[in-house]
């Protein structure tokens, strides 16, 4: 219980280089605040009141002042590009990412693989293969926040944000929950779960569903009667939606939006809001019909129909 | 500046002779209760802010005490989550709306500004009195939500929790920082039309002391910043009370919305906090060590260019919001900038002392100590300007040890330096000198124990806001808490011998430090009307030649 750590476990292909980062700040800090106090000591010591001596009153100096200007700012805009090349790469998972679905609620984290199996407060990942995270809340702000990976991102009601990560170290690592979210926000945390990929995908296979969440998501959307309107035929009343995630698609109006899961869920819960070139606006809203996992699987099958060839 | 001639010219000799007993001051003047609550005197108004602010300082100390002590273990022991929760608001919503955005400006900036500009009052004495009167309204609206039960949404008010899922006093409390606001925004404007129009003759805008000008850009803050959470305060009714769909998206609403408009007042409200700061900090430096600030001009500008950048950096409390990578970029760009203002300050400070004249007196021993902090606070801000650092240390301990070290290792230290230099002015006493150092090192050590050991829990990844933690934090947990209660000591002694001080404290003179300034060129206490004659201001400030 009294162990002393003074740094964080480090497990994530990110963390280090975030690391490094925190490193060089530290670094030149360091040096700034060595080198001001030593100096606010030494003058305080050296010019201190006697009464032989009398204070020698300067001016300024615009030299000495463009010199801290201008070496604060270089140094600056050098932390800041690092920083933000950091930030860019967080912000862009690579395009073979495992997608695993979070919920966020008070005060717990439901987590959904593509494969089927649902976990509570855990969620266990790969080593050595990235893996994006598409998560959403079913109430107030959340924030996913896994600190030896170095990384949190937002979770949000009624949106989808996502984060990603690639974890080198196989191990159990907290979870915390990092946006206050009420009552109970410090008891919304977890564990991530970083096992090898064999071993990983035992534990996949050994859920209990047996039934992906794709597969899932089709039954969902064949009990709904999706394909009476979105059934693929030029004819039909909703547009097409073989290959839809991830392509651009026309709005009424000529307005262009970029078919992602935040799109396809608010175009579920609020159909009129974003309507698809050349369609009326006749869909019904299937708010208050569809729970958020039920979304994910619609999004989850819907992610699987893509063309056959050519372009997505 | 020193110099004092008597007004020329044919005004200043018409005035009615005034027989002026030699004894009087602006405290000896009337007793009564109803002159002090119905004061025009920007000096009176002054101490009836530094009684509130004291107050709310030490019911926010009192709940940040039971936090500290809830936290030594990782169990939840002394309190349940729901007062945790509401120990946290209430601390931060106490200290931040009524006493860190109030104190420098209501107590010293009150009494201060008027007379360092050779003027006799503010320009609106009775907007400034109507001012203290909101600032106390909005802190009972406060102290009534906490007594009926308390607010547990924490200081920033996030939505959709706080409009539709907290079941506690959010109106009230919101409301308490609502009235309080235009306590802000009456003495921004107050400082701006004085500075503008009171200035007595010969007082160049270059002539003026450097507080004069942080006040300037900190007022310029208030009027233009507050009105915009006032705003948001009454949107964040309108859907809470009235129901109407603004932040909550269950009712179409945005709740990052919600946040942009709360940053986008309460960053520039950290520099309402640490402007009036800088500009105490400027008048110490310069008075210990019988020094003009060293590139006086440079410091005066950097203030203003503080409280502009101020206004364009909101989001970088929003890198991990879902924000637009872009803004982020952008935002973080910007938070660099503040960086160079900031670090010109330091950097003049420290040249200051060179081949001065250095006495360590209590208000100095707080001035070279703000250095320290204020250097810590300001370089892990741009820890925080950092994108790629930010995202993982955003809503750790780090962010809490950062924003603790500028404001209070800055501006409670710069307060108490301040309240030191020009204590022996606004009473005419003198406190025990020996006992002001004790306190002044006790609080400079209390301070950084209690919050050093927090950035290190932060980079662990200790999220804030938590109740119960892993084992693994307690060891840094229990330091801070060490900290934390010699930091309370620190801060108990002042009261003491300040209030002894009124009886038992020697007599002070005008000028006890030998100071330059208008300020010193007056009785202590002044009388009401600030100066006998109208000063002539013939030099530029700190023209000190020994």
């Not at chain 1, 994006?132 to 030896?148: G, Q």
């Not at chain 1, 009552?183 to 996949?204: A, F, K, Q, R």
């Not at chain 2, 003495?187 to 009171?198: D, E, I, K, P």
Request: aromatic share 14%; glycine share 8%; proline share 5%.
């Amino acid at each position: 219980m009294w162990e002393l750590q003074l740094h964080p476990e480090s497990a994530s292909k990110i963390a280090s280089s975030v690391d490094s980062l925190f490193l060089f700040l530290l670094v030149v800090s360091a040096f700034f605040t060595v080198l001001i106090v030593t100096l606010v000591i030494v003058f305080a010591i050296k010019y201190r009141r006697r009464p032989e001596r009398k204070s020698v009153q300067i001016r300024g100096d615009l030299r000495l002042e463009i010199l801290w200007t201008v070496i604060p700012l270089i140094l600056s805009m050098v932390m800041f590009g690092w920083g933000a090349k950091l930030y860019m790469i967080q912000a862009r998972a690579p395009a073979d990412a495992e997608e695993v679905y979070v919920v966020g609620k008070q005060w717990m984290w439901k987590i959904q693989h593509l494969n089927g199996p649902r976990e509570i407060n855990e969620l266990h990942v790969p080593v050595g293969r990235p893996v994006r995270l598409i998560m959403t809340s079913e109430d107030v702000i959340h924030d996913f926040y896994v600190p030896a990976f170095r990384t949190k991102m937002d979770v949000l009601p009624d949106t989808y944000t996502s984060m990603w990560f690639q974890a080198t170290k196989t191990g159990r690592y907290h979870l915390f929950c990092a946006e206050y979210c009420g009552t109970g926000h410090s008891t919304m945390i977890g564990h991530v779960i970083v096992m090898e990929p064999h071993e990983y995908e035992d534990w996949l296979s050994g859920g209990v569903s047996g039934q992906s969440l794709a597969e899932a998501g089709e039954k969902l959307f064949t009990r709904l009667a999706c394909h009476t309107c979105h059934g693929g035929k030029p004819t039909d009343r909703g547009p097409p939606l073989t290959g839809l995630v991830g392509s651009t698609v026309r709005l009424t109006g000529g307005r262009t939006v970029k078919a992602n899961e935040t799109y396809i869920r608010e175009s579920i819960l609020e159909p009129k809001k974003k309507v698809v070139e050349g369609y009326e606006p006749i869909m019904p809203t299937y708010k208050g019909q569809l729970s958020e996992e039920d979304l994910i699987k619609i999004i989850a099958y819907l992610k699987t129909k893509t063309k056959p060839e050519g372009k997505r | 500046m020193t110099t004092i001639t008597t007004a020329e010219g044919d005004a200043a000799r018409d005035l009615p002779a005034v027989v002026v007993d030699p004894d009087e001051n602006y405290l000896n003047t009337s007793y009564t209760v109803k002159s002090w609550l119905l004061t025009h005197d920007h000096k009176r108004v002054a101490i009836l802010y530094l009684l509130g602010i004291t107050l709310f300082f030490f019911l926010g100390g009192a709940a940040a005490v039971l936090m500290r002590l809830e936290l030594l273990t990782p169990q939840a022991d002394l309190t349940s989550h729901e007062t945790y929760n509401k120990l946290f608001t209430l601390h931060g919503v106490i200290m931040v709306f009524f006493f860190i955005i109030p104190a420098v400006p209501g107590v010293l900036g009150n009494f201060l500004l008027p007379i360092m500009l050779g003027a006799r009052d503010v320009a609106f004495p009775r907007l400034n009195l109507l001012g203290w009167y909101l600032f106390m309204i909005g802190g009972c609206f406060a102290i009534a939500a906490m007594v009926a039960g308390g607010v547990d949404t924490g200081w920033t008010f996030y939505t959709p929790y706080s409009t539709t899922y907290s079941n506690t006093h959010v109106i009230a409390t919101a409301l308490g920082a609502f009235i309080s606001g235009f306590a802000s925004v009456l003495t921004g404007l107050n400082f701006l039309v004085t500075t503008h129009r009171m200035r007595a003759p010969g007082m160049k805008w270059f002539r003026m002391p450097l507080f004069v000008w942080s006040m300037y850009g900190t007022a310029i803050i208030m009027v233009l910043g507050t009105p915009v959470i006032s705003i948001t305060i009454l949107l964040l009714a309108a859907e809470r009370v009235l129901g109407l769909g603004i932040f909550d998206p269950a009712r179409g609403g945005d709740p990052v919305l919600f946040q942009h408009l709360f940053w986008f007042y309460s960053h520039p409200a950290v520099y309402i906090m640490i402007l009036p700061a800088m500009g105490i900090i400027s008048e110490l430096l310069a008075a210990f060590s019988r020094k003009r600030i060293f590139g006086y001009g440079f410091v005066a500008f950097s203030s203003l260019s503080i409280a502009f950048l101020g206004f364009l950096v909101w989001g970088h409390h929003m890198f991990v919001s879902s924000q637009s990578v872009y803004a982020g970029l952008i935002f973080s760009l910007l938070s660099f900038f503040v960086a160079i203002p900031s670090a010109i300050k330091v950097f003049n400070w420290t040249a200051t002392l060179y081949k001065g004249s250095i006495s360590y007196d209590a208000p100095m021993l707080y001035a070279l100590g703000f250095i320290g902090l204020f250097l810590i606070g300001g370089l892990t801000g741009v820890f925080l300007s950092t994108l790629g650092i930010d995202v993982h240390v955003h809503d750790t301990y780090f962010v809490v040890a950062h924003f603790h070290y500028i404001a209070v290792g800055g501006t409670v230290m710069a307060f108490l330096g301040g309240l030191h230099y020009w204590w022996p002015k606004i009473t005419g006493r003198l406190y025990p000198e020996v006992w002001a150092r004790v306190a002044a090192l006790t609080v400079y050590l209390g301070f950084n124990l209690t919050f050093f050991p927090q950035f290190i829990l932060g980079y662990m990844g200790m999220p804030r806001r938590y109740h119960v933690y892993p084992p693994e934090f307690q060891v840094l947990h229990v330091l801070s808490t060490a900290g934390a209660s010699i930091l309370g000591a620190g801060y108990l002694i002042p009261m003491v011998y300040f209030i002894w001080s009124l009886w038992y404290g020697k007599k002070a003179g005008p000028n006890p430090w030998n100071a330059k300034g208008l300020e010193w060129q007056t009785k202590s206490p002044p009388i009401t009307r600030n100066f006998e004659e109208t000063p002539i201001v013939t030099e530029e400030a700190y023209a000190y030649a020994d």
